[in-house]
């Protein structure tokens, strides 16, 4: 099974927002609902901030928002602050070894 | 407030398994909408998903490990564990275990990991 396709990093002001994108297949992001998101500072383990694409759980900003697109799903940030800071993961399920698939990160740097 | 920590050896010798706990506390591991797994990150790397196991004992495994991996369930102590067998240098990784939540209209699929255990170091050293 084949990781998920993140960029390897990106960067933006504080104020800006920013896009992180996540490809896979029909047979995991595109064919199902179940895209998650993952924050990870240095250190520390990851953090639930988006699921089922586009889901905020309780406690996360509303700064954070997901979306869907075919197989790529994308994770925004708005209004960049400097504790956004962090590594970024994408996860889904895939249909096809019914298991599961991160992507390969993405580092976000506030410039 | 849901709680996971995992436990076991920080060194283990190649060729040798490794073995870790996850001690779930705050709620029960029995539930039917979760499953419970384990995800290794080896240093300066991304996240991979090593399994996940049902309270019922329902295993799934990622097909790159399969054949070394090994998860079990005690609800007794409200546990789970992992064995990985005959481990080398590339096993080196922070091990996490977390809750997983099931996706509710596809038979066995797997949602979002939430929460996390704290992770803890194992390295595979002579």
């Known amino acids: 099974q084949s990781a998920l396709t993140q960029p390897a990093s990106v960067s933006g002001s504080p104020g800006q927002s920013i896009t992180i994108s996540c490809t896979g297949t029909?047979?995991?992001?595109?064919?199902?609902?179940?895209v998650s998101w993952y924050q990870q500072h240095p250190g520390k383990a990851p953090k639930l901030m988006i699921y089922?694409?586009?889901n905020r759980p309780s406690g996360v900003s509303n700064r954070f928002s997901g979306s869907k697109s075919g197989n790529t799903a994308s994770l925004t940030i708005s209004g960049l602050q400097a504790e956004d800071e962090a590594d970024y993961y994408c996860?889904?399920?895939?249909?096809?070894?019914?298991?599961?698939?991160f992507g390969g990160g993405t580092k976000l740097t506030v410039l | 407030q849901l709680q996971l920590q995992e436990s076991g050896p920080g060194l283990v010798k190649p060729s040798e398994t490794l073995s870790l706990t996850c001690t779930v506390s705050?709620?029960?591991?029995?539930?039917?909408?979760?499953?419970w797994g384990w995800i290794r990150q080896p240093p300066g790397k991304g996240l991979e998903w090593i399994g996940s196991?049902?309270?019922?004992?329902?295993?799934y495994y990622n097909p790159s490990l399969k054949s070394r991996v090994t998860i079990s369930v005690d609800t007794s102590k409200n546990q789970f564990s992992l064995k990985l067998s005959s481990v080398t240098a590339a096993d080196t990784a922070v091990y996490y275990c977390?809750?997983?939540?099931?996706?509710?209209?596809?038979?066995?699929?797997?949602?979002?990991?939430?929460?996390w255990g704290q992770g803890t170091l194992v390295t595979v050293s002579s």
């Open positions: 977390a809750r997983n939540v099931k996706g509710g209209l596809v038979p066995a699929a797997h949602n979002w990991f939430d929460p």
């Open positions: 705050g709620g029960s591991i029995s539930s039917s909408s979760y499953y």
């Open positions: 196991i049902y309270y019922s004992g329902s295993t």
């Open positions: 029909s047979s995991d992001v595109g064919g199902y609902n179940y």
């Open positions: 089922e694409v586009s």
């Open positions: 996860s889904s399920y895939t249909s096809s070894s019914t298991s599961v698939v």
